[in-house]
Protein backbone atom coordinates (compact mmCIF):
# COMPACT_ATOMS: atom_id res chain seq x y z
CA UNK A 1 0.00 0.00 0.00
CA UNK A 2 2.83 2.59 0.76
CA UNK A 3 4.36 1.35 -2.62
CA UNK A 4 1.66 2.49 -4.49
CA UNK A 5 0.70 5.86 -2.15
CA UNK A 6 4.28 7.17 -3.01
CA UNK A 7 4.50 6.25 -6.45
CA UNK A 8 0.82 7.81 -6.98
CA UNK A 9 2.28 11.12 -5.08
CA UNK A 10 5.34 11.43 -7.17
CA UNK A 11 3.28 11.06 -10.50
CA UNK A 12 0.86 13.32 -9.49
CA UNK A 13 3.61 15.94 -8.72
CA UNK A 14 5.22 15.60 -11.63
CA UNK A 15 1.69 15.81 -13.83
CA UNK A 16 1.16 19.00 -12.03
CA UNK A 17 5.30 20.32 -12.87
CA UNK A 18 4.36 19.62 -16.72
CA UNK A 19 1.06 21.30 -16.93
CA UNK A 20 1.56 24.33 -14.98
CA UNK A 21 0.28 27.84 -16.67
CA UNK A 22 -2.34 26.15 -18.49
CA UNK A 23 -5.51 26.79 -15.85
CA UNK A 24 -7.46 29.17 -14.42
CA UNK A 25 -6.81 28.18 -10.56
CA UNK A 26 -4.39 30.85 -9.48
CA UNK A 27 -3.38 30.87 -13.57
CA UNK A 28 -1.52 27.35 -12.69
CA UNK A 29 -4.46 24.52 -13.40
CA UNK A 30 -8.13 23.81 -14.06
CA UNK A 31 -10.27 21.84 -11.44
CA UNK A 32 -10.63 19.58 -15.29
CA UNK A 33 -6.77 19.16 -15.17
CA UNK A 34 -6.29 18.38 -11.33
CA UNK A 35 -9.14 15.37 -11.75
CA UNK A 36 -7.33 13.91 -14.83
CA UNK A 37 -4.31 14.01 -13.32
CA UNK A 38 -5.38 12.67 -10.17
CA UNK A 39 -7.07 9.97 -12.21
CA UNK A 40 -3.74 9.40 -14.17
CA UNK A 41 -1.56 9.55 -11.66
CA UNK A 42 -4.25 6.75 -9.50
CA UNK A 43 -4.24 4.54 -12.59
CA UNK A 44 0.18 4.83 -13.12
CA UNK A 45 0.54 4.78 -9.38
CA UNK A 46 -1.44 1.16 -9.10
CA UNK A 47 0.61 -0.33 -12.14
CA UNK A 48 3.93 0.57 -11.95
CA UNK A 49 4.08 0.68 -7.67
CA UNK A 50 6.72 -2.09 -7.96
CA UNK A 51 8.96 -0.10 -10.34
CA UNK A 52 9.22 3.02 -8.32
CA UNK A 53 9.41 1.33 -4.47
CA UNK A 54 10.60 -2.05 -4.73
CA UNK A 55 9.84 -4.60 -1.51
CA UNK A 56 8.41 -1.51 0.72
CA UNK A 57 12.17 -0.31 -0.02
CA UNK A 58 11.19 3.31 0.65
CA UNK A 59 14.38 4.46 0.85
CA UNK A 60 14.73 6.80 -2.53
CA UNK A 61 11.40 8.74 -1.42
CA UNK A 62 13.06 10.47 0.77
CA UNK A 63 13.48 14.44 -0.58
CA UNK A 64 16.70 14.96 1.10
CA UNK A 65 17.86 11.69 -1.05
CA UNK A 66 16.28 13.45 -4.33
CA UNK A 67 18.24 16.72 -3.04
CA UNK A 68 21.62 14.54 -3.13
CA UNK A 69 21.18 13.37 -6.21
CA UNK A 70 20.62 16.40 -7.65
CA UNK A 71 24.10 17.90 -6.53
CA UNK A 72 25.92 15.14 -7.20
CA UNK A 73 24.38 15.74 -11.08
CA UNK A 74 25.02 19.02 -10.85
CA UNK A 75 28.64 19.23 -9.04
CA UNK A 76 31.12 15.67 -9.65
CA UNK A 77 29.12 14.12 -12.58
CA UNK A 78 28.61 17.67 -14.43
CA UNK A 79 32.55 18.23 -13.73
CA UNK A 80 33.41 14.56 -14.87
CA UNK A 81 31.50 15.06 -18.17
CA UNK A 82 33.10 18.33 -18.97
CA UNK A 83 36.55 16.76 -18.62
CA UNK A 84 35.76 13.58 -20.71
CA UNK A 85 34.75 15.46 -23.48
CA UNK A 86 37.60 17.25 -23.78
CA UNK A 87 39.66 14.70 -23.08
CA UNK A 88 37.96 12.32 -25.82
CA UNK A 89 37.93 15.08 -28.23
CA UNK A 90 41.74 14.89 -27.48
CA UNK A 91 42.00 11.34 -27.84
CA UNK A 92 40.32 11.88 -31.48
CA UNK A 93 42.34 14.86 -32.64
CA UNK A 94 45.77 13.20 -31.85
CA UNK A 95 44.35 9.45 -32.43
CA UNK A 96 46.18 8.31 -28.86
CA UNK A 97 43.67 6.10 -27.77
CA UNK A 98 44.18 2.52 -25.91
CA UNK A 99 41.02 1.21 -25.69
CA UNK A 100 39.92 -2.33 -23.50
CA UNK A 101 37.57 -3.54 -21.36
CA UNK A 102 38.31 -3.57 -17.64
CA UNK A 103 36.48 -5.09 -14.77
CA UNK A 104 35.83 -2.48 -11.79
CA UNK A 105 34.80 -3.79 -7.97
CA UNK A 106 32.73 -0.50 -6.44
CA UNK A 107 31.72 -1.83 -3.44
CA UNK A 108 28.38 -0.65 -4.05
CA UNK A 109 25.02 -3.40 -2.24
CA UNK A 110 22.23 -2.36 -4.10
CA UNK A 111 20.63 -2.54 -7.29
CA UNK A 112 19.52 0.93 -7.61
CA UNK A 113 23.10 2.27 -6.75
CA UNK A 114 24.90 0.04 -9.17
CA UNK A 115 22.37 0.98 -11.72
CA UNK A 116 22.89 4.83 -11.03
CA UNK A 117 26.76 3.75 -11.09
CA UNK A 118 26.42 2.50 -14.73
CA UNK A 119 24.84 4.45 -16.30
CA UNK A 120 27.01 7.41 -15.30
CA UNK A 121 30.14 5.79 -17.09
CA UNK A 122 27.67 5.50 -19.71
CA UNK A 123 27.13 8.69 -20.43
CA UNK A 124 30.64 9.98 -19.31
CA UNK A 125 32.53 10.25 -22.91
CA UNK A 126 34.95 7.71 -23.43
CA UNK A 127 33.50 4.61 -20.78
CA UNK A 128 30.37 2.76 -21.65
CA UNK A 129 29.11 0.16 -18.91
CA UNK A 130 29.35 -3.48 -20.80
CA UNK A 131 28.03 -5.97 -18.31
CA UNK A 132 27.29 -6.52 -14.57
CA UNK A 133 28.95 -9.16 -12.75
CA UNK A 134 24.95 -9.73 -10.10
CA UNK A 135 26.87 -12.59 -7.61
CA UNK A 136 29.54 -9.20 -6.57
CA UNK A 137 28.32 -6.09 -8.38
CA UNK A 138 31.24 -5.84 -10.59
CA UNK A 139 31.28 -3.91 -13.22
CA UNK A 140 32.73 -4.57 -16.54
CA UNK A 141 33.25 -0.98 -18.21
CA UNK A 142 34.53 -0.49 -22.04
CA UNK A 143 37.20 2.70 -21.48
CA UNK A 144 38.89 4.55 -24.49
CA UNK A 145 41.86 4.89 -22.76
CA UNK A 146 42.77 1.80 -20.48
CA UNK A 147 45.89 3.58 -17.93
CA UNK A 148 48.75 0.53 -18.12
CA UNK A 149 49.09 1.59 -13.81
CA UNK A 150 45.45 0.55 -13.48
CA UNK A 151 45.38 -2.88 -15.43
CA UNK A 152 48.02 -3.57 -13.20
CA UNK A 153 45.55 -5.02 -10.54
CA UNK A 154 42.29 -6.69 -11.35
CA UNK A 155 39.46 -5.91 -10.50
CA UNK A 156 40.72 -2.25 -11.17
CA UNK A 157 40.19 0.62 -8.47
CA UNK A 158 37.16 2.40 -9.40
CA UNK A 159 39.28 5.88 -9.20
CA UNK A 160 40.94 5.68 -12.68
CA UNK A 161 37.26 4.74 -14.77
CA UNK A 162 35.04 6.59 -12.47
CA UNK A 163 36.37 9.03 -9.79
CA UNK A 164 34.51 10.07 -6.75
CA UNK A 165 31.11 8.23 -8.65
CA UNK A 166 30.70 5.30 -6.15
CA UNK A 167 31.27 7.28 -2.93
CA UNK A 168 28.33 9.63 -4.14
CA UNK A 169 25.81 6.94 -5.30
CA UNK A 170 26.70 5.49 -1.89
CA UNK A 171 25.40 8.82 -0.34
CA UNK A 172 22.46 9.00 -2.54
CA UNK A 173 21.39 4.93 -2.50
CA UNK A 174 22.01 2.64 -0.07
Known sequence: MLAFVITTIVCFITYLLFTTGSGDIAGLWSIEELLIGLILSLITGFISQTVFVKD???????????LLFLVYAIGPFFVSLAKANVDVAYR???????????????????????????????????????????????LYIHWINVDEQAIKQTPIDC?????????WIRRIAE
Open 92 to 138: VITGKINPGIVKIHPNLKTDLSVTILANSITLTPGTLSVDIDEENND
Open 159 to 167: KYVCGSFPQ
Open 56 to 66: EDVRMANPLKW
